[in-house]
Each structure stands twice: as C-alpha cells, then as structure tokens.
C-alpha cells in the first residue's frame, strides 16, 4: 500500500527535476546568446533549443507578467526565472522521496 504514494512522489520529483534542468539549460542558452550575438542555431541543435525554450514558457510568462524587470542602469534584470528556480527547488524538497 505504501509503494503507490511513493510512486507518485518519485514521478512528480523527477518532473520537476527534468523541468529544473530545462530551465537550467534555458539559462545558459539565454547567456551564451548575449554573449555572442552571431550565433546561428541550425539542425537537430535548433530542435532541441526550440524544446528548451518552449517548455519552460509558460510559467516563465506568466511569472514575467507578475513581477516586474529591475531596471539598473541600461540593464534589465529579469528575476522570474530566478523565482521560478527557487519555487523548483522548494517543490522538489517537498516531494523529495525518502527510503526510510
């Protein structure tokens, strides 16, 4: 009786985890575009940024609705993702499975 509960907690910390790592590679993507603006995505790796930036998407919409870019100087800091990560982190210590 106990293994389903344990299911569904390994199922959901391991989407989650899956969505933190998209997030991740969304990041350094957006990093490496900045840095080097001449950068053409061609091929399989375009299929896979297409995937990288569209899953993530929504909530990162919805949270840039909600909270405001910062702006310093001519530079905007958006901090959606950086709550969005943090809102990740705190789900997967919740659902973390424990083996005891």
């Known amino acids: ?13 391991y989407a989650l985890f899956f969505f933190w790592l998209l997030l991740l590679a969304r990041i350094v993507t957006e990093v490496v575009r900045s840095f080097a ?8 790796s375009a ?23 910062i702006r310093i100087g001519g ?7 950086m709550v969005l990560l943090l809102v990740l982190f705190i789900l997967m210590r919740v659902t973390q499975p424990t083996l005891a």
């Open 37 to 44: 603006r001449q950068w053409r995505v061609v091929g399989a």
């Open 1 to 13: 009786m106990e293994t389903v509960p344990l299911l569904i907690q390994f199922l959901v910390y």
């Open 47 to 69: 299929v896979a940024l297409e995937l990288i930036f569209t899953i993530p998407d929504p909530p990162v919409k919805l949270l840039r609705r909600v909270i405001p870019v």
């Open 75 to 81: 530079v905007g800091l958006d901090l959606s993702i």
